[in-house]
């Protein structure tokens, strides 16, 4: 029996485990972003500076970037089930403790914790490889763009948790995600199966490591997704600060335009995923790079609030959003299928990382006497256009996998 009719005959259970594997992504996203939609509100009622208060968002980013390299291979050795199970109970604690540390209005704690915090970030180098397992090559764009759409999560997350705490309370809110957590990992317990076609790889991770950084599609795509999945994550951690800087809007209407920027790049990405099945990436990634610097130039204007704002703000997360389904369609087609886990980790970290420096670079570049971001825009406009040329005369349309690294020892 053929690997394409084995996957082919389990098509329910394809179906069931991707929805179910998205779920898990939603959820432990957003728990990765219970700071982001809160930051205003910390920031008054501890008078933070505008550059400690991005270093409060951004810091579980940071542990959601870097710890993705390492989930990544092991997500290649005992699959993505366990690893789902295991993330989702580990994000727990620091939900919990986050919500003590802001009770206490303690800065420091809650810089300790959102560090911990960022465990839940790492839960999409899990699900890549889970999802190219369950599907054939011809899928695995749309595939990774529903899995994706796990993104949900930060729209969620800047929807309902600053209305959650009028609701109920500080704590209480976080009380309830860690009750979400511990209930989808239940799920997956009783529920979520490994692709049929799932072999553990037992290879050491280092070795795996370091033969994932010897290819050069890990590089090219490393980059490209820092741009377009960093951009995606830094907006939205960051944009209910620029909002209420720039528009002086509240917590809660800033998170729920910030809800809607994230619910557009969501929606976006298993479109770039699918367009990417059927074109070349290439070409779907150039669309996206093009599009946010062309929107970032305009959002330097200012535009006025509240219709030519929201339109600027969307269509940037539009791009962003197809760019995320393309490169990622691009990772499944370029990388040996032996390491794709540890490239998609690595992947994954830089897009995470790509996320964790813009709103560092906001804080820091922001203009308090004119009200306005410009340099932190400018930067993206000029890092976006540098991209584009690259992707258009450096990267081929139609490219080969890249050959596997060198076979790593494996354990006695």
Request: charged share 10%; proline share 5%; hydrophobic share 55%.
């Amino acid at each position: 029996m053929t690997s394409g009719t084995r996957i082919a005959a389990s098509s329910g259970q394809q179906t069931f485990n991707l929805v179910l594997a998205t779920w898990v992504s939603a959820i432990n996203f957003w728990a990765w972003n219970m700071i982001g939609p809160l930051s205003t509100s910390y920031a008054e009622g501890m008078s933070l500076s505008s550059a400690k208060a991005s270093s409060l968002v951004a810091m579980p980013i940071l542990v959601g970037s870097i710890g993705r390299i390492v989930v990544g291979a092991l997500t290649d050795r005992y699959g993505g089930r366990a690893m789902f199970i295991a993330i989702s109970l580990a994000s727990i604690l620091p939900v919990l403790a986050v919500g003590v540390a802001g009770e206490a209005d303690s800065y420091v704690l809650l810089l300790v914790f959102g560090f911990f915090l960022g465990i839940a970030g790492t839960i999409f180098a899990v699900g890549i490889p889970f999802a190219n397992n369950w599907y054939d090559a011809s899928r695995r764009g749309f595939a990774t763009g529903v899995f994706g759409m796990g993104m949900v999560g930060t729209a969620l997350s800047a929807f309902f948790t600053p209305r959650f705490v009028d609701w109920f309370g500080l704590l209480a809110t976080h009380i309830v995600i860690a009750v979400a957590l511990a209930l989808t990992a239940l799920l997956c317990v009783f529920f979520m199966k490994n692709a049929p076609l799932f072999e553990p790889n037992h290879d050491p991770v280092v070795p795996k490591f370091v033969s994932a950084l010897k290819l050069k599609v890990t590089w090219e795509i490393s980059i490209l997704y820092a741009i377009v999945f960093g951009g995606f994550v830094a907006f939205s951690n960051y944009l209910p600060t620029y909002i209420k800087n720039i528009y002086d809007f509240s917590q809660v209407d800033a998170g729920t335009r910030t809800a809607a920027f994230a619910l557009a790049a969501v929606l976006a990405r298993p479109i770039g995923g699918t367009i990417a099945d059927r074109i070349a990436p290439k070409y779907v990634v150039l669309f996206s790079l093009a599009g946010t610097a062309v929107m970032a130039a305009i959002a330097i204007t200012q535009p006025p609030a509240d219709v030519w704002s929201a339109a600027t703000f969307i269509a940037l997360a539009l791009f962003l959003g197809v760019g995320t389904g393309g490169v990622f369609a691009w990772v499944s087609r370029r990388s040996p299928a032996s390491e794709v886990g540890s490239v998609t980790g690595i992947v994954s970290a830089a897009g995470g990382l790509g996320g964790y420096f813009p709103p560092l670079v906001m804080g820091a570049t922001y203009n308090q006497t004119d009200n306005n971001y410009t340099i932190g825009l400018l930067l993206l406009v000029i890092v976006a256009a540098v991209a584009f040329l690259y992707t258009a005369f450096r990267m081929g349309a139609k490219e080969k996998p890249d050959p596997p690294g060198p076979k790593a020892p494996v354990s006695a």
